[in-house]
């Protein structure tokens, strides 16, 4: 396989609103992000999963830290891009 041809996921995202319970987490993605990320939609086959990847976001990006969340926000878009991430 040529490095030009592009994979299928090996799981396809399910609709936002799949998952009932995931409804307020996906809302407070989507107004953050302005979207909600294929990986949650792909992850909500396993509702705490989600729930725990939430967790660790709030964790991650709490203001209270010794590191500014704009340090964080330019860290993790660096590393995104530098990865061919585009989220």
């Known amino acids: 396989m040529s ?12 609709p936002a609103d799949h998952t009932a319970e995931l ?14 990320p294929n990986s949650l939609l792909i992850m909500q086959r396993k509702p705490k999963l989600v729930k725990a990847m939430r967790q660790l976001s ?11 969340i704009g340090f964080k926000r330019l860290l993790a878009y660096v590393v995104a891009r530098t990865h061919g991430c585009h989220y």
């Open 3 to 14: 490095q030009s041809t592009a994979r299928s996921p090996r799981l396809a995202p399910l």
């Open 23 to 36: 409804k307020d987490e996906f809302a407070t993605t989507a107004k953050s992000m302005g979207f909600i």
């Open 58 to 68: 709030i964790a991650v990006f709490d203001p209270e830290g010794e590191v500014s």
